[in-house]
């Protein structure tokens, strides 16, 4: 409910002139992507106001970690985070694609940041999206409140589609995967990247895991989408 200044029916600044901050729901999206960029002089990332994607490593065309988009319909997101409610079964994404709940967005572009806020299901939930200075990785932190009167069994589940090139169509069959015994993190490489070859992404979370999966028709389904995977209904 805070007074943002050059407010145009979707965003406007904070008073403080720190935040860009855009309010969206079902019925009132923006009429375009409207995407900032977050990064260091190695690594970085694009995201938009329906969520993040894009993140890349040294190059942003030659060696893109996740799919890159100019789709200005659709805005295909590379990166989800689910929330699963494992007593009822509903699921959604934090951010308003590719799972948008009913009830508003908030987005916070700030200086080498960006926040998505989103209350549903009786949680309140943000997922504050950053790059440090320095290293070259992507950190989000998630944060969700129970604001109703039961307890809550939840599951969070983040989905990454990998490329590791230039395009997800011509090296996704050359991408392989595997976790690492030691942390539980999900490694991904490609050797057929002529110029980063040696380069290794990875994916990590601070808490436990209770299954993974490299294969993406295992987790989406035959003919499935983000909006709907298959993992998530079983």
Not at 52 to 64: A, V
Not at 103 to 125: C, D, K, M, N, P
Not at 222 to 229: A, I, V
Request: hydrophobic content about 30%; overall charge neutral; cysteine-free.
């Amino acid at each position: 409910t805070e007074e943002l200044m050059f407010f145009n029916g979707l965003g406007g600044f904070t008073r403080d002139g720190r935040e860009y901050v855009i309010r969206i729901d079902h019925e009132n999206p923006t009429p375009m992507p409207w995407s900032t960029i977050v990064s260091n002089p190695r690594f970085g990332f694009l995201v938009t106001e329906s969520g993040g994607g894009y993140t890349w490593n040294r190059n942003s065309r030659q060696n893109k970690l996740t799919p890159w988009s100019n789709d200005p319909v659709s805005d295909p997101q590379g990166e989800v985070l689910y929330i699963r409610d494992e007593d009822t079964g509903d699921f959604w994404s934090v951010t308003p694609l590719p799972v948008q709940g009913k009830y508003s967005y908030i987005i916070r572009h700030g200086q080498g940041y960006t926040v998505f806020e989103h209350a549903s299901h009786g949680l309140t939930q943000s997922l504050e999206m950053f790059v440090p200075l320095k290293d070259p990785v992507k950190v989000s932190r998630v944060v969700i409140k129970n604001e109703s009167k039961r307890r809550k069994e939840l599951t969070l589940t983040y989905y990454v589609e990998w490329v590791l090139g230039v395009q997800r169509e011509d090296v996704s069959r050359f991408v392989v995967t595997e976790t690492d015994r030691k942390t539980g993190a999900i490694l991904a490489k490609n050797d057929y990247n002529e110029e980063y070859s040696r380069g290794l992404a990875f994916m990590h979370i601070n808490a436990p895991v209770s299954s993974y999966t490299g294969d993406r028709t295992e987790f989406i389904g035959r003919n499935g989408t983000l909006k709907n995977p298959a993992s998530l209904n079983r």
